[in-house]
């Protein structure tokens, strides 16, 4: 049976939108304030902060689309990412992150429902998203989105298909739950 999580209400204070090039710091200190569990999680392993300064400059300057959970002081604190994955067609590689004391609120879910409207209207049909398979969280989110993210022993990576019936660019995010997720094997 699928054990009861306790979610609390959504923070009232609190901005989910793309991440300037002027964030770009504010976001490498929400990615180094994450506590170990999570840190571990979403590197799928360890991570050192100089890890972290470096990865988190390469998103900005390599065009990684980023939103944020961002308070009124420009503060970050939670993200979702969108990597290109060139060698792959069309596809890009999502990952996500929330503060500890702020999860459990629907952060992840609004920043993965906004990921999806950027990933469709830059015309990515695939996305793949990595952790591990007792990331409960992460297939909390997946299923929340009405997909089915399966893992087998050892494999880490799942296949997020969009659905490209909308030529015009425009996907009004009530279609975000039609998105499928498949296993992925490499
Ligand atoms: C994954 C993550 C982004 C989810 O963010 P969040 O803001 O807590 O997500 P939401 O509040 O929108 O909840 C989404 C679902 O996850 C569940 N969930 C959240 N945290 C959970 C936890 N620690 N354990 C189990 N389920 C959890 C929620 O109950 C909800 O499920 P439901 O729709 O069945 O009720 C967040 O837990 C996180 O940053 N984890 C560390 C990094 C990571 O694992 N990233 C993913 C791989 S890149």
């Given at each position: 049976?699928?054990?009861?999580?306790?979610?609390?209400?959504?923070?009232?204070?609190?901005?989910?939108?793309?991440?300037?090039p002027?964030?770009?710091?504010?976001?490498?200190?929400?990615?180094?304030?994450l506590?170990?569990?999570?840190?571990?999680?979403?590197?799928?392993g360890a991570?050192?902060?100089a890890f972290?300064?470096?990865y988190a400059?390469?998103?900005?300057?390599?065009?990684t689309?980023?939103?944020?959970?961002?308070?009124?002081?420009?503060?970050?604190?939670g993200?979702?990412?969108?990597?290109?994955?060139?060698?792959?067609?069309?596809?890009?590689e999502?990952?996500?992150?929330?503060?500890?004391?702020?999860?459990?609120?629907?952060?992840?879910?609004?920043?993965?429902?906004r990921?999806?409207?950027?990933?469709h209207?830059?015309?990515?049909?695939?996305?793949?998203?990595?952790?591990?398979?007792?990331?409960?969280?992460?297939?909390?989110?997946a299923r929340?989105?009405?997909?089915?993210?399966?893992f087998?022993?050892g494999?880490?990576?799942?296949?997020?298909?969009?659905?490209?019936?909308?030529?015009?660019?425009?996907?009004?995010?009530?279609?975000?739950?039609?998105?499928?997720?498949?296993h992925?094997?490499?």
């Amino acid at each position: 049976m699928k054990p009861e999580i306790q979610n609390h209400p959504y923070p009232s204070g609190g901005t989910i939108r793309q991440l300037r090039p002027s964030d770009a710091g504010h976001f490498r200190d929400h990615l180094l304030r994450l506590d170990a569990v999570s840190r571990r999680d979403r590197f799928n392993g360890a991570a050192s902060a100089a890890f972290i300064e470096a990865y988190a400059e390469r998103c900005f300057s390599q065009g990684t689309t980023v939103v944020g959970f961002v308070e009124a002081d420009g503060t970050v604190h939670g993200a979702a990412e969108l990597h290109e994955r060139p060698e792959l067609e069309d596809t890009g590689e999502i990952a996500f992150s929330v503060e500890a004391h702020l999860q459990h609120r629907g952060i992840g879910r609004r920043l993965f429902r906004r990921l999806l409207g950027h990933a469709h209207a830059l015309g990515y049909t695939r996305l793949l998203v990595t952790t591990h398979p007792q990331n409960e969280a992460m297939k909390r989110l997946a299923r929340s989105f009405s997909a089915k993210l399966t893992f087998s022993d050892g494999e880490t990576v799942g296949l997020i298909e969009l659905d490209s019936d909308s030529s015009d660019g425009d996907f009004p995010f009530a279609a975000a739950p039609g998105a499928r997720i498949a296993h992925y094997a490499d």
